[in-house]
């Protein structure tokens, strides 16, 4: 998976500009993967140039200049469908957080603690921004979703938004598992 599967799927759910595409993906799939806007102007103007994506200019503002807006062209709906049809391939693993727990030893007792307190705080958000979009997907309230369901046909509308469920319940699952790791490496200092 990639920044462009991610762009990919989020502008299946309709056209948007590259402003909104960078507001939507932080509220949206920016949960389950992380692209910065210097990352993701570019990817845009990318996958228009390879003809993944067709822009159209809009009116912006009051004195007739204008935007682009992007929507997936049959190239880019056939690159999305791969995508999600690809094995996933794991890459290595990279865990700041373990790598520096298997040294806690290099440092004092309070930087350690000060880590996994740090650890439990950004999984505990991470478990209420999880939470929080549960709560708008089943109620049909997210922007993104709303626009996807829009575009679907009713019979399809429970099983959309069944899968998003099912994707942040693995996030809170993550989350819970995560703060109890810290938790016990707190209870571990306590120990030593």
């Known amino acids: 998976m990639t920044l462009r ?6 502008l299946s759910s309709g056209p ?14 920016g949960f389950v993967w992380s ?12 996958m228009e140039s390879e003809e993944l994506l067709v822009g159209s200019e809009v009116p912006w503002g009051s004195k007739g200049a204008t935007k682009t807006e992007y929507a997936l062209s049959e190239k880019g709906w056939e690159a999305l469908r791969k995508a999600w049809q690809d094995p996933i391939v794991y890459g290595p693993t990279r865990d700041p957080a373990r790598l520096k727990a298997a040294y806690f030893e290099v440092g004092s007792q309070d930087d350690a603690r000060r880590h996994l307190r740090a650890h439990i705080a950004h999984f505990e958000q991470v478990k209420i921004q999880s939470e929080s979009m549960i709560e708008e997907l089943k109620a049909k309230t997210h922007p993104t979703l709303a626009r996807r369901l829009a575009r679907s046909p009713q019979s399809e509308h429970e099983r959309i938004v069944a899968f998003k ?28």
């Open 35 to 46: 692209g910065s806007d210097s990352q993701i102007y570019p990817e845009l103007r990318k």
């Open 16 to 29: 948007l500009t590259g402003y909104e595409a960078s507001q939507r993906f932080g509220a949206s799939v």
């Open 5 to 10: 599967s991610a762009l990919l799927a989020l």
């Open 165 to 192: 469920v099912f994707a942040y319940e693995g996030q809170i699952i993550r989350a819970r598992a995560e703060i109890e790791w810290a938790e016990k490496g707190l209870a571990l200092l306590g120990e030593i």
